[in-house]
T-cell receptor, first 112, second 111 residues
Framework: GAGVSQSPRYKVAKRGQDVALRCDPI?????LFWYQQALGQGPEFLTYFQNEAQLDKSGLPSDRFFAERPEGSVSTLKIQRTQQEDSAVYLC??????????FGSGTRLTVV | KQEVTQIPAALSVPEGENLVLNCSFT??????LQWFRQDPGKGLTSLLL?????REQTSGRLNASLDKSSGRSTLYIAASQPGDSATYLC??????????FGTGTRLTIIP
């Protein structure tokens, strides 16, 4: 596709529920990133893939967060046993060259 | 830990004025710095990328400068227009591709 596609655009989850957020990067983009953006804050790094390899997951806030990119294209960010503090916009970005980022529109997660 | 600060947090100016947004960072050993624009409910759009060896970059009415030694960058917007209203974010990178973002400046251009 022409851009980075994220789905769903909005997700409301009950506390304790598991959620899965999908990112479809630009075809051919090697690098894929997940960021978390709380209301009124800048995005914060979660994790980074180069092809299917997860090279950095230092930003994942707890072991309830898990990301995968099994075939080096589509990525899924999974959050288990959601908590209210997980409410945020989750942004995905992909790039082909160093720092040529293209961001998706994000998934707004609300945990009630 | 790298800290990125943006001042002011919000800014309103009349249409047609020139304006400057500020970004400061604590660790000067950066690989590059980027300015992004974020519209409500949307993702981020990259505006300008400055490599650590560069002092400034220009695109149309936008000019970004970088002073690594003092840990500062500015984004200058000339002849502002209502369509420039958005949140502007700066982000620094360290060569491992991940970015550290500031909290942003919410800009409103008054017609």
């Amino acid at each position: 596709g022409a851009g980075v596609s994220q789905s769903p655009r909005y997700k409301v989850a009950k506390r304790g529920q598991d959620v899965a957020l999908r990112c479809d990067p630009i075809s051919g983009h090697v690098s894929l990133f997940w960021y978390q953006q709380a209301l009124g804050q800048g995005p914060e790094f979660l994790t980074y893939f180069q092809n299917e390899a997860q090279l950095d997951k230092s930003g994942l806030p707890s072991d309830r967060f898990f990301a995968e990119r099994p075939e080096g294209s589509v990525s899924t960010l999974k959050i288990q046993r959601t908590q209210q503090e997980d409410s945020a916009v989750y942004l995905c970005a992909s790039s082909f060259t160093d720092y040529g980022y293209t961001f998706g529109s994000g998934t707004r997660l609300t945990v009630v | 830990k790298q800290e990125v600060t943006q001042i002011p947090a919000a800014l309103s100016v009349p249409e047609g004025e020139n304006l400057v947004l500020n970004c400061s960072f604590t660790d000067s050993a950066i690989y590059n710095l980027q300015w992004f624009r974020q519209d409500p409910g949307k993702g981020l759009t990259s505006l300008l990328l400055i490599q650590s060896s560069q002092r400034e970059q220009t695109s149309g009415r936008l000019n970004a400068s970088l002073d690594k030694s003092s840990g500062r960058s500015t984004l200058y917007i000339a002849a502002s227009q209502p369509g420039d209203s958005a949140t502007y974010l700066c982000a620094v990178g360290f060569g491992n591709e991940k970015l550290t973002f500031g909290t942003g400046t919410r800009l409103t251009i008054i017609p």
